[in-house]
């Protein structure tokens, strides 16, 4: 096969590697004569074993192989390089006689296949898409690991027990669409629980749209949510398309929905219903996909109660609920929670050229002390907010107790915090006490019975419900 002289050409940006495999090896070698000189990194191999080796040892960007070939052919080396590295590009080469397995080729998963004699300039064009094909899916796999980064569980942080239990249910319903309600308290870490949630579901790649329901009011959240039409109000002078038509094939997170208006649930129910909206002053409705997070530190159920929550509503927020526990009780994570505020303050807070303007690498010992002591009524916020004041103000590489807030210096020790809500007999809280005890060791008996100062049988019998 006679390469056409097209003369110089620019190599392409990291000298692609191509590997050509026929048996016959004068043929496959004046293929790559061409390549070389568009300046590709190819060669020519003469069996499927010494191309599987090549492929196996990660020399390979594009495969361009013979179908009939000895020993392993065509459709058999497709396979085992595609099981080698899963994105390798593969162009096979066949006679006018073969066109069958050729089209076995791509249902296999080949690039595509030319049909002998071709024209170099044929191959080259698929070379050329392949290769670009392959880069395009690497960028978007790059991007949306990225994406998975920033807003999935792994942006979140928690050893404890409560936090893993968490990590689970993200897990199980990111990837459906139902209606999902985070509640806690202020600072618990609501929204990015919701960020991740919409970071581990198919819909990642769509948008994200947060609106603070208790920012806003009546008359001016309904248009945020809705949207209105030209001359609907008084200084609508455009039509708005709105924050649900903003986040369709995305997520929507209502956050403190627990402050919005009985009129305005009574039309957010018809969107979880429907899933349709009417802008304000419009007579026709849109049709919208969105996912719906709510968000809220109040307890609905009372608010039910008190009448300024609607029940059907809530029914259908809480097919799944998620409960983030507060700051006080999951203290084992505060360590941990601590490295990393440390870390993303500093990095903040970096001064002229790069260079680091606080030296805080860690707490002292009485310092920690307090810290795990305090009560942290601003839960995981108040917490990261702590950790910037020090990193700020704190002078040298460990914060004493004199750089942390009066607040935290002064606070008592909120040794009272488990014993609230009801009186619980003595066998009960035992019972819990020891379930609790277990479970931050990690399951295992024998440390949780040395640490409470009994014996593995004991503890059993503490952990066992009662008879009756």
Request: hydrophobic content about 45%; some cysteine.
């Amino acid at each position: 096969m006679r390469v056409p002289d097209r003369g110089p050409a620019p190599s392409p940006p990291a000298a692609a590697r191509i590997l050509i495999v026929d048996d016959k090896l004068a043929l496959a070698e004046t293929l790559v004569d061409g390549l070389v000189d568009r300046g590709y990194a190819a060669r020519a191999v003469g069996s499927s074993r010494d191309a599987l080796a090549a492929i196996g040892a990660g020399q390979v960007d594009l495969l361009v192989t013979d179908l009939r070939m000895p020993e392993l052919d065509g459709l058999a080396l497709l396979d085992a390089a595609r099981l080698a590295v899963a994105d390798l590009p593969v162009i096979v080469m066949t006679a006018y006689g073969a066109i069958d397995s050729a089209v076995e080729s791509i249902r296999k998963g080949a690039f595509h296949y030319l049909t002998k004699p071709f024209k170099f300039d044929e191959l080259l064009v698929f070379v050329e898409r392949a290769l670009a094909d392959r880069s395009l899916r690497r960028e978007t796999a790059a991007l949306k690991q990225v994406l998975r980064e920033r807003f999935s569980i792994h942006g979140l942080f928690g050893t404890s027990p409560a936090m893993q239990r968490v990590f689970a249910v993200i897990e199980r319903i990111a990837r459906t669409c139902v209606p999902i309600l985070i509640t806690g308290e202020t600072g618990t870490g609501k929204t990015a629980v919701a960020r991740a949630i919409h970071g581990e579901s198919e819909r990642a790649s769509g948008p994200f749209v947060v609106v603070n329901c208790a920012a806003l009011p009546e008359p001016l959240l309904e248009s945020e949510l809705f949207g209105h039409v030209k001359g609907a109000f008084t200084g609508a002078t455009a039509d708005r398309a709105g924050l649900f038509a903003e986040a369709h094939d995305g997520t929507l997170l209502l956050d403190e929905i627990g402050e919005m208006s009985p009129g305005l649930q009574a039309k957010l129910l018809h969107v979880l219903e429907s899933g349709q909206i009417r802008p304000v002053g419009s007579t026709r409705e849109r049709a919208v996909d969105v996912r719906i997070l709510a968000a809220t530190h109040r307890d609905l159920h009372q608010r039910i109660q008190d009448g300024t929550f609607r029940e059907d509503l809530l029914y259908r927020l809480d097919l799944v609920t998620i409960e983030l526990p507060a700051l006080r009780d999951r203290r084992d994570d505060i360590p941990g929670l601590l490295a990393r505020f440390v870390a993303e303050a500093r990095q903040r807070h970096q001064g002229a050229q790069g260079a680091q303007r606080s030296m805080i690498s860690g707490f002292s010992r009485e310092a920690m002390g307090h810290l795990l002591d305090y009560a942290w009524p601003g839960n995981v916020r108040e917490l990261a907010h702590v950790v910037e004041r020090c990193v700020l103000l704190a002078d040298g590489a460990e914060v004493g107790i004199a750089d942390l807030p009066p607040r935290l210096r002064m606070a008592v020790p909120d040794e009272a915090l488990p014993f609230r809500g009801e009186v619980l007999a003595m066998r009960e809280l035992q019972r819990r006490y020891a379930r609790w005890a277990l479970d931050q060791l990690g399951g295992h008996k024998t440390r949780a019975a040395d640490k409470l100062g009994i014996d593995v049988k004991t503890l059993n019998k503490w952990l066992a419900p009662d008879d009756d």
